[in-house]
């Protein structure tokens, strides 16, 4: 079974670059036909998607944050990872990082089968 681990920073101050790291286990982020994502919940707000890279390297992106968001992946460690740049207080939330095994844009979080299990990052000076 595949099991996500998100890591980073806790702390962001604004206009400054939030950086995490996915590590997978358990599956390949190469194996057909998977997609990978990231999805944040603000504070008292429902899940946001923000973008997926694929078991290929194509990346999608939310249009409101397309301008903003850089999805990459080390696939030597079997990492993927979300750059937001430049953060504003509006962007404290918990990410998480998922994943399903059918090639597509999901922009329905609940579309996602397995789910890392959080990490919050607060923007704030």
């Known amino acids: 079974q595949v099991q996500l681990q998100e890591s980073g920073p806790g702390l962001v101050k604004p206009s400054q670059t939030l950086s995490l790291t996915c590590t997978v286990s358990?599956?390949?982020?190469?194996?057909?036909?998977?997609?990978w994502t990231w999805i944040r919940q603000p504070p008292g707000k429902g899940l946001e998607w923000m973008g997926l890279?694929?078991?290929?390297?194509?990346?999608y992106y939310s249009p409101s944050l397309k301008s903003r968001t850089s999805i990459s992946r080390d696939t030597s460690k079997n990492q993927f990872s979300l750059q937001l740049n430049p953060v504003t207080p509006e962007d404290t939330a918990v990410y998480y990082c998922?994943?399903?095994?059918?090639?597509?844009?999901?922009?329905?979080?609940?579309?996602?089968?397995?789910w890392g299990q959080g990490t919050q990052v607060t923007v704030s000076s």
């Open positions: 998922a994943t399903n095994s059918r090639l597509g844009v999901y922009t329905t979080p609940y579309e996602y089968d397995y």
């Open positions: 358990g599956g390949s982020i190469t194996t057909r036909y998977f997609v």
């Open positions: 890279i694929t078991y290929d390297g194509s990346t």
